[in-house]
C-alpha cells in the first residue's frame, strides 16, 4: 500500500518516515566484557493534518498498514490545532553523514578497541574499574510528504562512553570521556588519554576553603553552563513564552566575546545532515553573535506556534514527533592557550565534571551543582583533586563577565563543540572537615 496514497482525501497533509538500522554493542563492566551483541530496527511513523488537527502514528517491525492508517486519523481527531505545513521539495547542502568502512569493521576489531581501552586505563591505575560502552549504528532514514519531499539520508555513527571508577576507603572517584562520529579513527585513542590525564592529576587529593574564585571549566564542565542556555534557546521554550530570551533577540545579553553557532552542515558529525527530520534543508545559524541574541532553534510545530519559520531544526526518532533540537553547537574559541589561562590563576578551580545537570530551574539561567570532579589550581598549576565542592550562579550574569575563552575546543557528548571558560570570579561552596 502506498501509504500517501492511501491518505490522500483523507488528510489535508501527509508524511510517512521510516527507518531500518542495524547496531553493533560491545561493553565492558569493571573492566570484564559484559556483553557483544547486534539489535535490528526497522519502524514506520505517519503524521498528518486532519481538519486542522496534528496527528501521529509509529510500529515498529511488521505492521498492517491499515492498521496504521487507522491509528493515525483517530490520532488526529484529538491532536492539537495547529497551521503548519509540511515543505516542499527543496535542495540542502551536502554533508557526509555515512563512511562505508565503518560497516565494514568487525565485531572482533570493536572487541578489541575496547580491551585496548581497559588495558591503557588500567596501566595508568591498577586500582580502576573501567567501563566502556562501544555502539556501531547503520542507519537508513527517508521521509515522503504530501507536498512532493522525498528526503533520504544514510547514517554511520561511532559511540563510545568510557568511565573509571577507583575506591580507595571513603574516597570514590568517577571520571568519564565521551566520542561520536561517524567513522573509526584515531580519535578514540585521544579521548582515552584525556581521560587518563584525569585520572593522573586525580592521584592526589588537596583541600579548598569556600569564597569567591577564579572557575575554569573545562568543555565538559561547561556544559552546566551552556545547558540553561540551550534550553532558552529551544522553540518550544519560546513558543510558550518561558524562555527568558523570548523577547530579547537583537538584545546584548551575554558577553561580547561569546559566539555560538548551530552548524549541521559540518562534515562528518553524526548530527549533521542535508535536512532536518521533517524534511527541511538545514543551514549554519548564529544564535548569540558577540553576545547579542540573534535567534532560536523552530521546527515547522514550535515555528507556526510562534508565527516563524522552521529553522531546520525538527529532530525526531520514530515513536515520537519531530520536536526543535540542536545539530552541532559550536561555541567559538578564544585566543587564549591553555596554558596561560592557567598560568594566570593564582588560586581557583578547575571543573571537569558537575553532577545533577538539569537539576532545579534551569530554564531561568540558575545552577547549583555539586563539582564532580575538579582541581584545586595554585599559582597556575594543578596541584590535586578537590571533594565535596559546589558550585553556584546564574549564567545570564556570570556569563557576562567572562575572563578568557581558549584556543583549544572540544567535542562534549557528539554535539557540543566547546573551548575551556574562565570565570574571574564563581561562588565555590566546599564542605568543611
Known amino acids: 500500500m502506498d501509504l500517501l496514497e492511501a491518505l490522500r482525501g483523507q488528510a489535508e497533509q501527509a508524511e510517512v518516515y521510516t527507518i531500518e538500522g542495524e547496531a553493533t554493542v560491545v561493553s565492558f563492566e569493571a573492566n570484564t566484557m559484559k556483553a557483544a551483541k547486534v539489535d535490528e530496527t526497522r519502524g514506520i511513523a505517519l503524521r498528518a493534518l486532519v481538519n486542522g488537527r496534528l496527528g501521529f502514528t509509529a510500529a515498529s517491525g511488521a505492521v498492517a498498514e491499515e492498521d496504521l492508517v487507522a491509528n493515525l486519523l483517530a490520532s488526529a481527531r484529538y491532536g492539537e490545532e495547529v497551521k503548519l505545513a509540511f ?14 568502512s565503518l560497516a565494514e569493521v568487525p565485531l572482533a576489531r570493536l572487541v578489541e578497541i575496547g580491551q585496548e581501552i581497559v588495558a591503557t586505563l588500567r596501566a595508568t591505575d591498577p586500582n580502576a574499574h573501567v567501563n566502556v560502552d562501544l555502539e556501531r549504528e547503520i542507519s537508513t532514514t527517508s521521509l515522503r510528504n504530501s507536498a512532493g519531499a522525498e528526503v533520504r539520508a544514510r547514517r554511520s555513527i561511532l559511540s563510545l562512553g568510557v568511565s ?11 571520571a568519564y570521556e565521551t566520542l561520536s562520529d561517524i567513522s573509526l579513527t584515531e580519535a578514540y585513542r585521544q579521548a582515552v588519554e584525556r581521560l587518563a590525564e584525569k585520572v593522573r592529576l586525580a592521584s592526589r587529593v588537596t583541600t579548598l576553603r569556600s569564597g569567591r574564585m577564579p572557575v575554569l571549566f573545562a568543555p565538559s564542565g561547561a556544559l552546566v553552563l551552556l545547558l540553561p542556555l540551550m534550553l532558552a534557546l529551544n522553540g518550544q521554550h519560546v513558543q510558550r513564552g518561558t524562555s527568558p530570551l523570548a523577547t530579547r533577540r537583537g538584545e546584548h545579553v551575554l558577553a561580547d566575546t561569546l559566539t555560538l553557532w548551530d552548524d549541521p552542515t559540518l562534515p562528518g558529525r553524526p548530527a549533521s545532515g542535508s535536512h532536518d527530520g521533517e524534511g527541511v534543508p538545514c543551514a549554519r545559524k548564529p544564535l548569540i553573535e558577540g553576545g547579542i541574541c540573534r535567534g532560536f532553534l523552530f521546527d515547522l510545530r514550535t515555528a507556526a506556534l510562534a508565527g516563524a519559520q522552521s529553522t531546520g531544526n525538527g529532530a525526531r526518532g520514530l515513536f515520537a514527533p519531530p520536536t526543535p533540537a540542536p545539530s552541532n553547537l559550536v561555541l567559538q574559541p578564544g585566543e587564549t592557550p591553555l596554558a596561560r589561562m592557567l598560568a594566570g590563576i593564582q588560586r581557583g578551580l578547575l571543573v571537569e565534571e558537575v553532577l545533577g545537570l538539569g537539576q532545579g530551574n534551569p530554564l531561568s539561567g540558575a545552577f547549583s551543582n555539586p563539582v564532580g570532579l575538579g582541581y584545586l589550581i595554585e599559582r597556575g598549576e594543578i596541584v590535586g583533586r578537590v571533594k565535596d565542592v559546589s558550585i553556584s550562579g546564574n549564567i545570564y550574569q556570570d556569563l557576562r563577565q567572562v575572563a ?12 557540543l563543540k566547546l573551548p575551556y571558560i574562565l570565570l574571574g570570579e564563581l561562588n565555590v561552596v566546599c564542605r568543611e572537615r
Open 87 to 100: 515543505p516542499g521539495p527543496a535542495a540542502g547542502p551536502e554533508v557526509a553523514t555515512y563512511d562505508p
Open 164 to 174: 573509571v571508577e577507583r575506591v580507595r576507603g571513603d574516597d570514590v572517584l568517577i
Open 404 to 415: 578568557a575563552l581558549s584556543q583549544e575546543s572540544y567535542w562534549v557528548r557528539g554535539q
